[in-house]
C-alpha cells in the first residue's frame, strides 16, 4: 500500500506536463470504446463458429481470390500513391508556381468526396463510350470494371496521405546538407538518390503504411468501378457485404477477421520496416 | 590558387546584399570576412562557392573566369556552419562522399578518408554516425569531407558558430596549425573579431554590401578606417567633439588633429579604446573643473586630462573594466587596467580620477565637406 502511494507520488513528480491522470484515462475511453470493443465483437462473433466452420467460411477459393485482390490492389495502389504523392510533395515544397495555394489544398478533396462519387465518376470516364475510355478501350486498356479500375480508384483516395507525411519531412530538409553535396561535386541525381531520399524514406514508408491501410478498407468507390465480379474484381470487403445480403453474418465476420488479420499483419510489417530505417536515418 | 572578385553586385529583392565588391585574395592567405549579420559576408562566401549567383560582376581563379562555373566544377571545398553533415551515413562515409561521387578507386578512398581522419584527429571514430560526436567533431568531420576532394580554395561560414567558447578557442588555433600545413587559399565568414584577429592573415571589414576595410589584423585594429569599423571593432568610447585649426577638442582637451587645418570648427567623432586609456586618482575640485593633481598632468602625449568620478569598477577576465562620469558629461567612459595595475591602484566608486588619453582617433563625419 505504501510503495503504490509512493510510486504514484513520484510519477506526479515527475511529469512536467499536467493532466496525466485524465488524459490517460480519456485515451483509454476513447480507444476502449471505437476501436477495441468493435473489434472484440467481430472477433467473438467468429469464435462463435468452430474451426472447420471457420475455415469453410473464411477460406473458400472465392474467398481467397477476394483477398488476393484486396492485398494485391492495395499494395500496388499504395505504391504508386507514395511515387506520385512524393511527386507532389516535392512540387508543392520546392517550386513555388502560380496556384501553389490552390493545388495545396485540392490535395484533400479526395478525403472529402464520398468515395462512392468518385468511384461512379470513374467508371462513367473509363467506360468503352467514356471521355478517356473511348481513347483507351481501344488500345486494350480497360479502366472500368477491371483490376486496373480497382487500382486507380484506390489511388485517389489514398493519395492525400502519402503527400501529407512526405511534405512536412520535405519542409524541415536540411537545405545546407543538399548544398554540400553539390559542393563535393554530387551531380543532381546522386544528390537525391545518396543525400535526400535516405533523409526521407521513412516518411515515405510511413505514407506507404497509411495508404495502405486506407486502400484495404476502401468500399464505396470500389464498388462501383470494379464491376465485383467473383474471382476477377471482386475485393474482400464487397464479398462481406454481399454474404451478409445472404444473411450469411457468421461468415461475413468470418471473412472479415480473415482480412483484419491480413492487414494488420501488412502494416506490422511495414511500420517495422519504417521504424529500422528511421533508427539508421539518426 | 588566387581567388579575384571584380565588381560583384546582388540584391535579394529590394535588399542590396553586394554593391560592386572587388576584393582579391593572394595564394595561400587565410582571409577573413568580418562583418554584422546581413553586412553581405556570407553572400560573398557563397558567391565564391558557386552556391549562389552575382546580378553583375565577375569570379576568377588564377585569373581563369569562374562565374558561370557551377559549384561542382570549381574544386572548392565548403563548410557549413551547422556542419551539413549527412546524418545516415557514417564518419567515413561522410568524408568519401566526394570521393564516391567522383567514382575513385575502392582502395584510393579508404586511404585517403583514413589519412583524413588522422588529420582531424578523429582517428578510430570513421564507424560512427555523425550524432555521436560533439560539435567539435562534427565540425571536424565537415572540414575532412571538404578537403577530401583536394580543393584548391577552402571556404568556411562562421565554422565555429555553433560551438561552445572553449572548444572554439581549441578548433581555431587548431585550424591556423592546419591551414600553415597545407597552405590552401581559405577565406572564412565570421562575425567576432577576435576570431578574425587571431585567424586571419587578413582581415576584410563589411558592412551594408560593402567592403570597409581591408588589412592585416594589426592594420585594422590600430588603423580603423572608418567610423564603423571603429565601432565595430567594439569595446570603444565614442564623445562629439569638434575639429578646428589641426586640432580636435574633447571635453576642452585639445588633440593634435593635422588633417583638418581649417580655421572654421566642425563637429567630429571622438573615439577613445579602453585599454590606450591612463587613469590616476586626484580626490581634488579644482575651481575651474580642471585638473590640478600634477601626476596627472604630466601625460607625455601632451593631451590633457579629463576630471571625471568612479561609477563602477568591474573584473572580466584579465582586466578590470572601470566606468566613469566626466564632469559635465552625459555619457559614460569605460577605462581597461589589466587587473594588477587595477589592485595597485585600488579605487572605489565615487572617487575622483583625472583621465588621459595616450591615443585618440578623430573622424568627421561628412567627409565630403572638408575642403
Not at chain 1, 485524465?22 to 465483437?41: D, E, F, K, Q
Not at chain 1, 514508408?205 to 486506407?214: N, Q
Not at chain 2, 600553415?180 to 587578413?202: C, K, N, P, R, Y
Request: aromatic share 8%; glycine share 8%; hydrophobic share 50%.
Amino acid at each position: 500500500m505504501s510503495t503504490e502511494i509512493t510510486t504514484t507520488r513520484a510519477m506526479r513528480r515527475r511529469s512536467v506536463l499536467p493532466g496525466f491522470g485524465i488524459s490517460i484515462a480519456i485515451t483509454s475511453l476513447v480507444m476502449t470504446a471505437l476501436v477495441i470493443i468493435p473489434l472484440s465483437v467481430l472477433a467473438l462473433r467468429a469464435a462463435s463458429l468452430g474451426p472447420t466452420e471457420f475455415l469453410a467460411a473464411a477460406w473458400t477459393p472465392r474467398a481467397r481470390a477476394a483477398y488476393a485482390v484486396s492485398l494485391g490492389a492495395s499494395v500496388v495502389a499504395a505504391a504508386v500513391s507514395s511515387v506520385c504523392g512524393l511527386l507532389v510533395a516535392w512540387v508543392l515544397v520546392r517550386i513555388d508556381f502560380p496556384g501553389r495555394r490552390l493545388l495545396d489544398s485540392l490535395v484533400d478533396v479526395p478525403l472529402a468526396l464520398p468515395t462512392a462519387v468518385a468511384g461512379l465518376v470513374y467508371s462513367t470516364l473509363y467506360v468503352e463510350r467514356g471521355w478517356l475510355g473511348r481513347f483507351l478501350v481501344p488500345l486494350g486498356i480497360q479502366g472500368a470494371y477491371s483490376w486496373l479500375g480497382i487500382v486507380l480508384v484506390l489511388v485517389f483516395v489514398s493519395l492525400p496521405f502519402a503527400i501529407r507525411v512526405v511534405q512536412p519531412v520535405l519542409e524541415s530538409l536540411d537545405r545546407d546538407s543538399e548544398e554540400a553535396a553539390r559542393m563535393l561535386g554530387a551531380n543532381r541525381a546522386q544528390t537525391f538518390l545518396k543525400v535526400i531520399f535516405p533523409a526521407i524514406f521513412p516518411a515515405v514508408l510511413t505514407g506507404f503504411a497509411l495508404a495502405l491501410a486506407r486502400a484495404l478498407g476502401e468500399y464505396g468507390s470500389v464498388v462501383f468501378i470494379s464491376g465485383n465480379m467473383p474471382f476477377k474484381t471482386e475485393i474482400a470487403p464487397v464479398l462481406i457485404v454481399s454474404r451478409l445480403e445472404e444473411f450469411a453474418y457468421a461468415e461475413a465476420t468470418a471473412i472479415a477477421v480473415v482480412l483484419l488479420a491480413m492487414s494488420i499483419s501488412l502494416l506490422v510489417v511495414v511500420n517495422a520496416l519504417q521504424q529500422r530505417v528511421a533508427r539508421n536515418a539518426q | 590558387m588566387s581567388i579575384h572578385v571584380r565588381g560583384i553586385s546582388k540584391a535579394f529583392g529590394s535588399f542590396k546584399a553586394l554593391d560592386n565588391v572587388s576584393l582579391d585574395v593572394p595564394q595561400g592567405t587565410l582571409l577573413a570576412l568580418l562583418g554584422p549579420s546581413g553586412s553581405g559576408k556570407t553572400t560573398l562566401l557563397r558567391i565564391i562557392a558557386g552556391l549562389e549567383w552575382p546580378d553583375s560582376g565577375r569570379i576568377e581563379e588564377d585569373g581563369a573566369d569562374i562565374t558561370d562555373r557551377h559549384a561542382r566544377q570549381r574544386e572548392v571545398g565548403f563548410v557549413f556552419q551547422h556542419y551539413a553533415l549527412f546524418r545516415h551515413m557514417s564518419v567515413f562515409e561522410n568524408i568519401a562522399f566526394g570521393l564516391r561521387v567522383r567514382k575513385a578507386p575502392k582502395q584510393e578512398i579508404e586511404a585517403k578518408v583514413n589519412e583524413l581522419l588522422h588529420l582531424v584527429r578523429l582517428d578510430g571514430l570513421g564507424g560512427r554516425k555523425p550524432a555521436q560526436l560533439s560539435g567539435g567533431q562534427r565540425q571536424r568531420v565537415a572540414l575532412a569531407r571538404a578537403l577530401a576532394i583536394r580543393p584548391k580554395i577552402l571556404l568556411l561560414d562562421e565554422p565555429f558558430g555553433a560551438l561552445d567558447a572553449k572548444v572554439r578557442v581549441e578548433l581555431r588555433q587548431w585550424l591556423r596549425r592546419l591551414h600553415d600545413e597545407i597552405g590552401m587559399t581559405s577565406v572564412f565568414v565570421t562575425h567576432d573579431q577576435e576570431e578574425a584577429f587571431e585567424l586571419a592573415d587578413e582581415v576584410v571589414v563589411m558592412n551594408h554590401g560593402k567592403i570597409e576595410q581591408r588589412g592585416t589584423p594589426d592594420e585594422v585594429f590600430e588603423h580603423p578606417a572608418t567610423p564603423f569599423v571603429m565601432d565595430f571593432l567594439g569595446n570603444v568610447n565614442l564623445f562629439h567633439g569638434r575639429v578646428e585649426k589641426g586640432q580636435a577638442f574633447w571635453h576642452g582637451i585639445p588633440i593634435d588633429y593635422p588633417d583638418y587645418p581649417h580655421a572654421q570648427a566642425r563637429p567630429a567623432r571622438v573615439y577613445l579604446r579602453p585599454h590606450e586609456l591612463d587613469i590616476a586618482r586626484t580626490n581634488a575640485h579644482a575651481p575651474n573643473g580642471l585638473v590640478t593633481d600634477d601626476s596627472a598632468r604630466n601625460d607625455p602625449a601632451g593631451n590633457g586630462s579629463l576630471p571625471a568620478s568612479v561609477l563602477r569598477i568591474a573584473r572580466s577576465g584579465a582586466i578590470v573594466r572601470i566606468s566613469c562620469r566626466p564632469d559635465g558629461a552625459e555619457s559614460e567612459l569605460h577605462v581597461d587596467l589589466p587587473a594588477d595595475t587595477a589592485r595597485d591602484l585600488a579605487l572605489q566608486p565615487g572617487e575622483r580620477v583625472a583621465i588621459t588619453p595616450r591615443k585618440v582617433r578623430v573622424f568627421l563625419p561628412d567627409p565630403e565637406y572638408v575642403i
